[in-house]
Nanobody, 119 residues
Framework: QVQLVESGGGLVQPGGSLRLSCAAS????????MYWVRQAPGKGLEWIST????????DYADSVKGRFTISRDNTKNTLYLQMTSLKSEDTAVYYC????????????RGQGTQVTVPS
């Protein structure tokens, strides 16, 4: 079955950086679009980034564009999110999501990793 395991979250000061990882198993990772989404306290899920199967196409929400970089290593079945210039409003649980019918809302996701940026 599909398994997605996020890691790399933590407490970071404003302006700092973190790199999140998502280890994927149970499916042909290199055939699927992947997403990063996040959920801030008291809010719904927010899409933040997309990457195509070979990593050549990416897209970002305006809220993270220019600060976050999505990437993947298909030899390691791993998805990454490099986050820089972190702000307090980036505080959230971050999830990686496997594509399901071109809809990130429907795809399976992992347990998430907490990122906290104090104000």
């Amino acid at each position: 079955q599909v398994q997605l395991v996020e890691s790399g979250g933590g407490l970071v000061q404003p302006g700092g950086s973190l790199r999140l990882s998502c280890a994927a198993s149970g499916f042909y990772f290199n055939r699927f679009w992947m997403y990063w989404v996040r959920q801030a306290p008291g809010k719904g899920l927010e899409w933040i980034s997309t990457i195509n199967p070979d990593g050549g196409r990416t897209d970002y929400a305006d809220s993270v564009k220019g600060r976050f970089t999505i990437s993947r290593d298909n030899t390691k079945n791993t998805l990454y999110l490099q986050m820089t210039s972190l702000k307090s409003e980036d505080t959230a649980v971050y999830y990686c999501v496997k594509d399901f019918g071109a809809d990130w809302r429907r795809g399976p996701r992992g347990q998430g990793t907490q990122v906290t940026v104090p104000s």
